[in-house]
């Protein structure tokens, strides 16, 4: 089982900067797809970013490209979300999410395993 934990959640000026980390120490090697969504009440879950694992190739959905950057840690057990110049627009809760390929990666429903999600809410 495998079992996904965010942190960096905060409220943030517009304009502002963020971290978010995303840790597990039972991923497998056929999780090779780490991701992030984010959602606001009472929408569907958003595809932000996602990276694999075991290439770093790395992809973006529109409304962030260029301001956040998904990353992951030598030992590929903590992905990381980077997000500058941060909009009231982007506030949400923040999740993150492996799976077992990033082909679709902005569809919530590739994805078996999430953590509790971390909130940003942006002012």
């Known amino acids: 089982h495998v079992q996904l934990v965010e942190s960096g959640g905060d409220s943030v000026q517009a304009g502002g900067s963020l971290r978010l980390s995303c840790t597990s120490d039972s991923l497998t090697y056929s999780s090779n797809c780490m991701a992030w969504f984010r959602q606001v009440p009472g929408k569907e879950r958003e595809g932000v970013a996602a990276i694999y694992r075991h290439g770093d190739f790395t992809y973006y959905g529109d409304s962030v490209r260029g301001r956040f950057t998904i990353a992951q840690d030598n030992a590929k057990t903590t992905a990381y979300l980077q997000m500058t110049s941060l909009k009231p627009e982007d506030s949400a809760m923040y999740f993150c999410?492996?799976?077992?390929?990033?082909?679709?990666?902005?569809?919530?429903?590739?994805?078996?395993?999430w953590g509790q999600g971390t909130q940003v809410t942006v002012s």
């Open positions: 999410a492996a799976g077992q390929t990033c082909g679709n990666w902005w569809k919530a429903s590739e994805f078996g395993y």
